[in-house]
């Protein structure tokens, strides 16, 4: 399969996980090959205000140049921020042959629980 063809069976995956994780998380699908206009699928990116043809986060281009996908094949529960707000995040590496190709995101806003637990 070419890396186009992989990343194409990732997309409806992507509204079916923000279909059953809610409104709260955003999931996106990056296209690696193309940082500057890297998301090719998107649901709840009213999140981080990011569409389709948005590019990779600075963790993204991270990860893609550290390589670290290269001995795992996810990365779970990280911290991460966008427009003021704060989320558990996780990061599915997609390969091809063993060459990273695209990354499937899942960012939880966490917002509201840390202003909770502020005002307690």
């Given at each position: 399969?070419?890396?186009?063809?992989?990343?194409?069976?990732?997309?409806?995956?992507?509204?079916?996980?923000?279909?059953?994780?809610?409104e709260n998380?955003?999931?996106?699908?990056?296209?690696?090959?193309?940082?500057?206009?890297?998301?090719?699928?998107?649901?709840?990116?009213?999140?981080?205000?990011?569409?389709?043809?948005?590019?990779?986060?600075?963790?993204?281009?991270?990860?893609?140049?550290?390589?670290?996908?290269?001995?795992?094949?996810?990365?779970?529960?990280?911290?991460?921020?966008?427009?003021?707000?704060?989320?558990?995040a996780s990061?599915?590496?997609?390969?091809?042959?063993?060459?990273?190709?695209?990354?499937?995101?899942?960012?939880?806003?966490?917002?509201?629980?840390?202003?909770?637990?502020?005002?307690?």
């Amino acid at each position: 399969m070419t890396d186009q063809e992989v990343l194409s069976l990732f997309i409806p995956f992507v509204y079916f996980l923000g279909e059953v994780l809610g409104e709260n998380t955003e999931v996106v699908l990056h296209d690696v090959s193309c940082p500057e206009h890297s998301i090719v699928a998107i649901e709840h990116g009213f999140h981080s205000g990011r569409t389709i043809g948005s590019s990779l986060t600075d963790f993204a281009f991270q990860v893609k140049n550290n390589r670290e996908y290269e001995t795992k094949d996810y990365l779970v529960n990280y911290k991460a921020k966008a427009k003021g707000k704060e989320f558990i995040a996780s990061t599915f590496y997609i390969k091809n042959h063993g060459k990273l190709i695209g990354m499937l995101c899942l960012n939880t806003n966490t917002s509201a629980i840390h202003s909770f637990i502020k005002s307690t």
